[in-house]
């Protein structure tokens, strides 16, 4: 088994890529910057893996349409 670990930088930076990808980008930058008003010690990868998280729940949540 390989373990590859990622700096903090890193896996944030991964998120934010993952978020463009998913067409959720701007909602995901709102979503931090509530989370960090909310919680201002809260450390900024566990800010931006929270609102990533919630993001993408809601987003499965949502039912999909088909034409």
Do not use: W
């Given at each position: 088994?390989?373990?590859?670990?990622?700096?903090n930088?890193?896996?944030?930076?991964?998120?934010?890529?993952?978020?463009?990808?998913?067409?959720?980008?701007?909602?995901l930058?709102?979503?931090?910057?509530?989370i960090?008003?909310?919680?201002?010690?809260?450390?900024?990868?566990?800010?931006?893996?929270?609102?990533?998280?919630?993001?993408?729940?809601?987003?499965?949540?949502l039912?999909?349409?088909?034409?």
């Open positions: 088994m390989i373990c590859i670990s990622m700096t930088e890193e896996l944030i930076e991964e998120l934010y890529h993952k978020a463009h990808q998913k067409g959720f980008f701007n909602e930058h709102q979503k931090v910057d509530e960090k008003k909310q919680n201002p010690k809260m450390p900024l990868c566990d800010v931006t893996q929270s609102a990533y998280r919630e993001i993408k729940k809601t987003k499965l949540a039912p999909t349409t088909q034409n």
